[in-house]
């Protein structure tokens, strides 16, 4: 495309970092092969919510499937007029790559680069002394964005402080894109006066919380007490547990956690994921009440108007929680016996409603600092996007395997069956190629393709024969 026609394309277009977006209706098990969620099904509420945000009748957004493809700087400079990237605890030492190679990405950009609600992550204490390690990579990459936008927008206090504390200015606290999902509107109401024992419970939480931070205690006791409750996995490995009974992953090594095939909650049938938000937004307006150590869980049923508590781990969580006033408790601070019912009684959700509109004024005046309308100040209020995904027929939540019914072997193995078609095809062209290649005689040594599908289909087939009892 010619820097004319750049010029005079209509309206705006904008690329998003995100793992889809909210229109693909993914199926199950494509979904769980391409890893959609980027590893994390809360990814897909910020990014869900920053792409409605941002997508007005001037503004075309589209996602860029998660991907970090360093070579498409040219085309990218080319063809959108904007790079925006929500982020959650991108500076921790884990995603200190994706990290530098988003850096290094961005440096290529001639373009606008808008960063919406980053977050450093450390222990409750605010000490940032673990990240001494990565500070090079978060001056570059914070350096980066900062010459391509006016300010950064983060999460919460810590990370302001942390940022600031490297010498950056220009860092503002916005929060996390996905509460203002519906724009200055926030309602959370107890319809309940207590939580009685047939209540509907929504309790959510990591593996690191399970098995490190107390709550498999707090899960079983949850468990034994009210019959409806339901655990809300997010990790691609709770889903892979779910759908294909696959403990491949090193997290299913934790039997503790719900999603695991040996937990009762998992032979009950009460645990989900989620490949959508608006699946999981619309099956928490029938609870009662959700708690858990996952913020994202947690913000989902705030958006569903259902009462949430977060007990936090660490750091993102905290900050998050206190820059919204969203009921939150410690999680190394919990009684031996904690009942979701005390929490429930105790969750004061006033200040979180009443200054939300202030907050998203706030997150506005960023982006209009950054040159990017809003939906709710420059569109439909999010109508048209609301309206198309109702016509939309997303997959429910994933459900526990238990069964051996024949509809839910045949999306399987359907899928699976249609992997080694495409398996087998690649397999007769890399054939081709060697047969040509050795004829030249270039000699060339090549892994067998057929190894390859093995690992790739093998292991879902073996489960599938081995499971649905």
Not at 177 to 188: A, I, N, Q, R, W
Not at 435 to 440: D, L, N, V
Request: aromatic content about 8%; proline content about 5%.
């Amino acid at each position: 495309m010619s820097h004319d026609a750049h010029q005079i394309h209509r309206g705006k277009r904008i690329l998003l970092r995100s793992g889809k977006s909210p229109y693909d209706v993914v199926p199950v098990e494509e979904a769980l092969h391409r890893d959609v969620i980027a590893t994390n099904s809360g990814n897909l509420i910020f990014s869900d919510a920053t792409h409605k945000i941002l997508q007005t009748p001037r503004t075309e957004v589209v996602s860029n499937g998660i991907r970090t493809d360093v070579s498409a700087a040219g085309r990218i400079n080319e063809e959108y007029d904007a790079f925006v990237v929500p982020l959650a605890n991108a500076f921790r030492p884990s995603f200190e790559a994706q990290l530098k190679r988003l850096t290094r990405l961005i440096t290529r950009l001639r373009i606008p680069v808008v960063v919406v609600g980053v977050g450093a992550q450390a222990g409750l204490g605010y000490n940032a002394a673990r990240l001494k390690g990565i500070e090079p990579s978060v001056r570059e990459f914070v350096s980066a964005v900062l010459d391509r936008s006016a300010s950064i927008g983060v999460r919460g206090e810590f990370t302001e402080q942390y940022l600031k504390g490297l010498g950056f200015k220009d860092v503002e606290v916005i929060g996390c894109p996905s509460l203002f999902m519906y724009g200055k509107e926030l309602t959370v109401t107890k319809r309940e006066p207590a939580l009685g024992p047939d209540a509907r419970i929504a309790i959510n939480g990591s593996h690191s919380a399970v098995k490190s931070q107390g709550l498999e205690r707090v899960i079983t006791r949850t468990h034994a007490r009210y019959p409806n409750l339901r655990f809300i996995g997010q990790n691609l490995s709770d889903a892979r547990q779910l759908h294909w009974r696959d403990l491949s992953d090193p997290n299913g090594l934790v039997s503790a956690m719900p999603t695991h095939p040996e937990h009762p909650m998992y032979r009950e049938d009460k645990v989900r994921v989620y490949i959508d938000p608006v699946t999981w937004i619309d099956d928490l307006r029938g609870f009662d009440f959700s708690f858990g150590s996952r913020i994202h869980g947690n913000i989902a049923a705030l958006l569903a108007g259902t009462p949430a508590t977060v007990l936090c781990g660490d750091s993102r969580t905290l900050e998050l929680c206190r820059y919204f006033d969203i009921p939150h408790r410690r999680i190394d601070k919990l009684p031996e016996d904690l009942d979701p019912a005390a929490l429930y009684e105790e969750a004061d959700f006033d200040a979180l409603t009443s200054g939300h509109q202030e907050r998203f004024e706030r997150f506005t005046a960023f982006l209009d600092n950054n040159g990017l309308e809003n939906t709710f100040t420059h569109g439909d209020g999010g109508a048209a996007f609301e309206e198309r995904m109702r016509s939309l027929s997303f997959p429910a939540g994933i459900r526990p395997w238990n069964d051996a019914d024949l509809t839910s072997l045949t999306s399987r193995f359907g899928w699976l069956q249609s992997r080694i078609g495409e398996l087998a095809t690649d397999n007769d062209r890399l054939r081709r190629e060697l047969e040509r290649a050795t004829k030249a005689g270039a000699g060339v040594a090549t892994a067998s393709v057929y190894r390859r599908a093995r690992r790739v289909v093998g292991g879902p087939i073996k489960r599938a024969l081995q499971s649905g009892r």
